[in-house]
């Protein structure tokens, strides 16, 4: 079969596959970009499950690079629904005519450079063929599906599905027995709603966590009128972040003010809820002691609303501080237990031993279901991107290259695989960001890297290995002065997917400190990286 040639091939339609089409276009290139879904949307296209919407705040979920797009758009809610972020990014791709160069149902499954031509030969599962001289992954962190591996699935009666490859049609829970795995942001978003569809909920817990009220509402107009007159100043205000959000962190320390003064901080950071509630103060995720006033008034307030106290102590996390995980938000999660239809198996302390043809057994007896929803989660970061066969330089694997876990420079290029980028790597701020500022930033950086290359008659930029090792130490380092670490069941670590690497993925320098980095860099005629 001949092989279609072009500029770039991004892989992946979601948010940065897209600005990443639009922007190479702009840059006078022509790009493919391949798409395993049937429709754009990425994340918000596979991820339909009951409740799916947004942690961060509409307003800022959103492109910034265009601002006739940013006033038009209207959103409706304080937090997105998986829905109209679907629309929202349904109506960038038919604003910017971006369709035409995407190849929708079209699943890459292998990658390689080939020396002789410099070239990358990419490979659909089709047999469809296409050659590039760049390639460019836009293929999410979060969207391996991590099914676990439980005795007897096959044989399940009933009916599973994992929330991040929920049926487009809908499931219908009405009078059915639901079991959900799984109490991660997914879990907490899916169980309040699945709790009000179904005859009987089973939450099956292997890990307590913590969880904010989301306080979702209408987006007034009011609020929609003050925020498009003022986006220059709330896009400066998420470059300038640690995470790619509007708000600042408190520069006070928990530690630094009376009891009476931080209770009186976390409650109305409790009530205006979201994310918001991890920047109450300076040192939340820079010191246990401070860290540990945040746990406990999360603690108490989960005691507080749950009504049976033994099923309160089962849901108070205890074996993380808050926000070394990915904190949830939610609507009504831990009120959801004092619903007579609802009931909480820890299987932490009574393991899940076999999935039967009526049910869940654990080491403590069967729970009878029609249905199982694995909010399990996903083989973050690495998942995806070791999913495709991605071989660079004397036909060396990624997936060997990363056999001990990711290494990169900057989280963009791994040495010894030229001309590839991947948006939003292991080693970038990525996951610990609010994702579309990140990615904006990273498909931005490429494009002008590219241009660069263009301009200088250059055919190859790689990474090399020197400053890939200095980059890994560094990812490193910025690691180990937070309390990230301390969560030693968090997908951060890889740790959720049985065998994988316990290596810390995303750069927890801050998001600010990174764009410094990688501009620095591009103003320096990119060192650390070999142009030929
Ligand atoms: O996945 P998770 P998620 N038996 O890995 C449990 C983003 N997100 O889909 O903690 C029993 O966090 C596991 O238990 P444990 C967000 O970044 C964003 O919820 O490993 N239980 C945990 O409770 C988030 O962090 C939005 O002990 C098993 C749960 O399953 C990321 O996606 C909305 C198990 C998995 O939690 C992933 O969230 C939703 C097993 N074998 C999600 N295996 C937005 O707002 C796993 N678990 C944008």
Redesign the pocket.
């Known amino acids: 079969m001949g092989r279609t040639e072009v500029d770039v091939v991004v892989v992946g339609a979601g948010f940065a596959g897209l600005y990443m089409l639009h922007r190479l276009r702009g840059a006078g290139l022509s790009a493919a970009v391949l798409e395993a879904g049937d429709g754009v949307g990425g994340?918000w296209y596979w991820?339909r499950y009951p409740g799916?919407?947004?942690?961060?705040e509409s307003y800022y979920y959103s492109y910034s690079f265009s601002e006739e797009l940013q006033q038009e758009w209207e959103w409706t809610e304080r937090y997105p629904t998986q829905a109209e972020i679907l629309r929202y990014l349904e109506h960038v791709a038919d604003r910017f005519d971006l369709r035409r160069d995407i190849r929708f149902g079209t699943r890459v499954t292998q990658a390689a450079f080939d020396d002789d031509t410099g070239r990358w030969d990419v490979r659909a599962e089709s047999g469809e063929r296409w050659s590039a001289q760049f390639l460019v992954t836009a293929v999410g962190c979060?969207s391996a599906a991590?099914i676990?591996r439980?005795p007897g699935l096959d044989g399940f009666g009933g009916e599973w599905f994992h929330?991040?490859r929920w049926p487009h049609e809908g499931v219908d829970l009405a009078g059915k027995r639901v079991g959900v795995?799984?109490?991660?942001?997914?879990?907490?978003?899916a169980i309040p709603v699945i709790a009000e569809q179904a005859a009987h909920l089973t939450v099956?817990?292997?890990?307590a966590?913590y969880s904010i009220p989301a306080r979702n509402g209408p987006m007034t107009r009011e609020f929609a009128a003050e925020v498009k007159a003022g986006y220059a100043d709330i896009r400066a205000r998420q470059r300038a972040s640690t995470n790619g959000h509007p708000f600042t962190i408190s520069p006070t320390s928990a530690l630094a003010v009376t009891d009476e003064e931080r209770r009186a901080v976390y409650e109305a950071a409790w009530e205006r809820g979201g994310l918001r509630f991890r920047a109450s103060f300076a040192d939340l995720l820079a010191d246990r002691a401070a860290n540990d006033t945040a746990s406990d008034f999360i603690r108490d307030k989960i005691r507080g609303i749950v009504h049976d106290p033994a099923t309160a102590e089962k849901l108070v996390p205890l074996d993380h501080p808050f926000a070394t995980?990915?904190p949830?938000i939610d609507t009504h999660y831990f009120e959801t237990y004092n619903r007579p239809n609802v009931s909480l198996v820890d299987?932490?302390a009574t393991p899940?031993e076999e999935v039967t043809a009526t049910g869940v057994r654990t080491s403590d007896g069967e729970h009878e279901l029609d249905v199982i929803v694995f909010?399990?989660?996903?083989d973050?970061m690495t998942g995806p991107l070791l999913g495709i066969d991605i071989r660079g330089a004397g036909g060396v694997a990624l997936r060997d290259r990363w056999a001990a876990g990711p290494v990169s420079y900057l989280g963009l290029q791994v040495a010894g695989f030229p001309n590839l980028f991947t948006i939003t790597g292991p080693g970038s701020p990525s996951?610990l960001t609010n994702?579309p500022t990140s990615i904006e930033q990273h498909v931005d950086w490429i494009t002008d890297a590219v241009e660069h290359l263009r301009e200088e008659g250059v055919d190859r930029m790689e990474a090399t290995t020197a400053a890939q090792d200095a980059w890994v130490a560094h990812v490193n380092e910025a690691a180990a002065r937070t309390l990230l670490p301390e969560a030693g069941?968090s997908?951060y670590l890889g740790?959720?997917v049985p065998g994988k690497p316990r290596v810390f993925m995303p750069y927890a320098g801050g998001f600010a400190a990174y764009v410094r980095a990688c501009d620095e860099v591009a103003a320096d005629g990119y060192p650390g990286f070999e142009l030929t």
Do not use: E, H, Y
Not at 52 to 56: E, K, T
Not at 182 to 189: A, V
């Open positions: 994340t991820n799916a919407r947004c942690d961060s979060l991590n676990p439980i929330t991040g795995v799984g109490t991660g942001s997914t879990g907490i978003q099956f817990q292997r890990t966590n995980k990915r949830p299987v932490g899940i909010a399990t989660g996903f973050a996951v994702m069941t997908w740790a959720n």
